[in-house]
């Protein structure tokens, strides 16, 4: 039996519209309808998006939008009974993926016909918002119909918006006689299309969505200037700033506030009209509408100025990952910043929510127009870092400094993931976890270092990882949450064993894929350098060895260039152990295999060993590393050097004070399964800056409730190792506020700092008390 004893002190789209034009041009050809096998096509490759069967987001209600906006401009139409007008009926639906790849997404229809307007709303009852004082992420699938090469007229596009409409969830850009505003305004800009005062820009900023900010993605030009009062405000010049941009490439991104007046530009001319003002960010995209889906990655990264946030910036990413990989894209992506001023929303400083989500429109023309989104701003945040790490060189992160290794190097990839709040938990986790050329997985764990139940690793199944796996699927084992926010995956494996030129391991995609958010991460690239000297060893890591034993450590070195009798024996091995390098001749027969005999009067209780092999013609073998353990050891790891107690204010009568947040008492045991110990505390009495001691003790409160004074010896935490592998426990991670060491306070204390020591001691077994 040891004792150790340790002292501690204590203390949105082109702004274009169409208004049932019936222009055509005899060069092309008009499509009146979204084409059904198009649609049925595109449901059948949408990559895995968010499942809503808890009411995330809200379709609009038209007829309650108009009647609220009808307040102001008395509309023509009775809304109230025109359940039969097609324009007030909101075009989106929510459908489901038809992608057996991709179970359980759900889609947003928003447009598939002529004359139609859709909007869907994120549900702010539901906690789902924008949250301007935050960093928020919101990432979807986007999908703008056929690339039939006939489609010169697919069109209008959809808009991502973001707003404080005192219509909610029910907004849509009304017209002043009271309808939906469909064509190049996307559901969104204001209506270029009533006679009345329609020369004033105001006019039509005022039926637009209003304190809203929209980044459109505009699938069709409207560049066609009215040449007669005739053919004046029907909507159709939108984009006729842009007109040496036009024909099919002008397609574009563009983003701007629909309620500004600043936002429509009078022409001046006769007849007038007006031009949408696209801002400086105006982005063309020939190919938006293509036939695939596309990635969009939006973030918001505010200038905090409490109490109210006064702006910030808006940033996308479009067309940043593969629909069918997951894999990022890095020479197809179109992005910009928008510094946006949040005043323009009309939130007051106890309102800081905006309602987000997306408005699409056609006119004459039409497309799919379809989302599936992937992570929910106010849902659920959190970061997913991808790290490799070379651990047969004392495990050395790969970086851009460091980007070679050995062939038959051990390899660790890790993913930490770490929840960052809001509103939801992150559950039902699958990690689909790619595996890379020249990289062969062996093992696997996955630990949660703050988990109130279990913090030790736990094994990803080992029939996981075969040979020929391309991903390893897991379902992780609990969801995180405030409580439990990080998880680390570690993927143990080796590099390929030969490689006689270099050979450049690829980045390794990974994508995690819960309830509320699906996220990813991409590992870096790296090279495994030739060798003609492949090393190899049997042994097990860690090596364990019995008191006073040898440790045999097996090796098989296998020269892999042309030579077919390659001399073994005259090679040469090279060992480090513990620091201290020794060169072995002659230990290596004809096969190339050896053994090292380590002595145990050379083992101290933990060791590193590590050992390569040379030839005569100056090549070098990769490391193999291992670690040897000598019957084992049991030891503190970290002691947190100083420790309190809750602080509290003079009492007049006792009272029993607890731990101030959690006390880190680590104790490391690399003995076998079923070795035993336990941990023993004593403590001095606490005294002040004058030397008075406390009125009060600390004591020990067991599970049970019995409490014990710490004026001896007594013992407060103990355990029987389950597993052979090095296991590292907190023992006060099994103290509650209630039990655990805790200080009695007696009344009649005066104010002040009191501090005293603690003296921890570690037995290398069962004590009794």
């Known amino acids: 039996m040891k004792r150790i004893s340790i002292f501690r002190h204590i203390l949105l789209s082109l702004f274009g519209f169409i208004i049932l034009i019936n222009f055509t041009n005899s060069q092309f050809i008009q499509i009146t309808k979204a084409d059904n096998a198009d649609f049925q096509t595109a449901l059948a490759k949408t990559p895995k998006g968010l499942n809503w069967s808890n009411n995330a987001f809200v379709l609009a209600d038209f007829q309650k939008a108009a009647y609220q906006r009808g307040k102001e401009f008395t509309p023509i139409i009775d809304v109230l009974n025109s359940s039969a007008e097609p324009s007030l009926i909101n075009n989106a639906k929510i459908i489901q993926s038809t992608n057996p790849n991709a179970p359980n997404t759900s889609v947003i229809q928003m447009t598939n016909n002529i004359n139609q307007t859709g909007a869907v709303w994120s549900n702010m009852e539901n906690s789902n918002y924008f949250d301007i004082r935050e960093k928020q992420k919101a990432s979807m699938w986007i999908y703008f119909g056929s690339v039939n090469p006939q489609d010169r007229y697919n069109a209008d596009g959809m808009a991502f918006v973001l707003h404080n409409d005192q219509n909610k969830e029910n907004s849509i850009a009304i017209s002043a006689d009271g309808f ?48 007669s009062t005739a053919q004046n405000h029907e909507g159709r010049a939108f984009d006729y700033d842009k007109i040496g941009d036009i024909g099919a490439t002008a397609k574009h991104i563009a983003g701007n506030y629909p309620a500004l007046k600043s936002t429509y530009i009078s022409d001046y001319s006769f007849p007038n009209f007006f031009k949408l003002d696209h801002g400086n960010n105006y982005k063309i995209r020939p190919n938006l509408v293509d036939s695939n889906w596309h990635h969009v990655t939006i973030t918001w990264d505010p200038d905090i100025n409490y109490p109210f ?63 599936a989104f ?155 350098h030739p060798r003609l000297l492949s090393l190899d060893s049997s042994s097990t890591d860690p090596i364990k060895v019995r008191e006073k034993e040898n440790a045999i450590v097996p090796g098989q070195v296998t020269y892999i260039g042309n030579t077919t009798n390659p001399n073994y024996t005259s090679m040469v091995v090279h060992q480090t152990l513990n620091g201290k390098t020794t060169t072995l ?18 083992l101290d209780k933990i060791n590193t060993l590590s050992f390569y092999v040379t030839d005569s013609s100056g090549n070098t073998s990769n490391t193999v590393t291992r670690q040897i353990l000598v019957g084992g050891s049991v030891t503190f790891g970290t002691v947190q050097p100083s420790v309190s107690f809750k602080p509290t204010n003079g009492s007049y009568t006792d009272k029993v004070l607890p731990r101030l947040d959690q006390w880190q008492i680590d104790v490391v045991d690399s003995r076998e399964k079923g070795s035993q110990w336990t941990v023993q505390a004593n403590a001095t009495n ?84």
């Open 180 to 227: 939906p505003v469909n064509g190049q305004s996307l559901g969104v800009w204001g209506a270029d299309w009533n006679p009345q005062n329609m020369d004033k820009p105001e006019a039509l900023a005022k039926t637009a969505i209003q304190n809203s900010w929209a980044l459109e993605f505009d699938t069709y030009v409207n560049y066609t200037k009215p040449t």
């Open 309 to 371: 946030v006064q702006k910030g910036t808006l940033k996308y990413v479009y067309n940043d990952k593969d629909p069918d990989t997951g894999l990022p894209i890095t020479d197809d992506v179109v992005t910009a910043s928008f510094p946006l001023d949040t005043t323009k929303f009309g939130l007051t400083d106890v309102n800081n929510k905006l309602y987000w989500g997306f408005t699409g429109s056609t006119g004459s023309s039409s497309e799919n127009n379809l989302i």
């Open 374 to 528: 992937e992570s929910i701003p106010s849902f659920v945040g959190a970061d997913v870092d991808s790290k490799i790490y070379d651990d047969t060189n004392g495990g050395k992160e790969i970086s851009d400094s460091y980007n070679t290794v050995d062939p038959n190097a051990n390899i660790r990839y890790q993913y930490t993931l770490k929840y960052n709040g809001w509103s939801r938990d992150w559950n039902n986790i699958n990690a689909i976890m790619g595996v890379p050329n020249y990289v062969h997985f062996t093992s696997g764990t996955v630990t949660y270092p703050n988990s109130p139940t279990n913090k030790e690793p736990r094994p990803i199944p080992s029939e996981l990882f075969s040979d020929n796996a391309t991903n390893i699927t897991h379902l992780l084992p609990e969801g995180l949450n405030s409580t439990n926010t990080e998880a680390i995956i570690d993927l143990k494996g080796y590099t390929e064993k030969t490689a006689t030129t270099t050979l450049t391991v690829p980045s390794a995609h990974t994508s995690f894929e819960g309830d509320n958010l699906i996220t990813d991460a991409n590992t870096k690239s790296f090279k495994i």
């Open 585 to 602: 001749g002659n230990i290596i027969n004809s096969s190339g295999k050896f053994n090292l005999n380590i002595d145990s009067s050379l």
């Open 686 to 769: 606490l005294i002040n800056k004058d030397k008075v001691p406390l009125k009060g003790n600390l004591f020990y409160r067991d599970h049970s409730g019995k409490d014990y004074n710490l004026a001896s010896n007594i013992n407060v935490a103990n355990n029987t190792k389950d597993t052979d592998a090095i296991e590292t426990k907190n023992i006060t991670d099994s103290w509650k506020n209630n039990n655990g060491i805790l200080l009695l306070m007696k009344k009649g204390n005066k104010a002040g700092q009191y501090e005293g020591t603690i003296n921890w001691s570690l037995v290398d077994s069962l004590q009794n008390n």
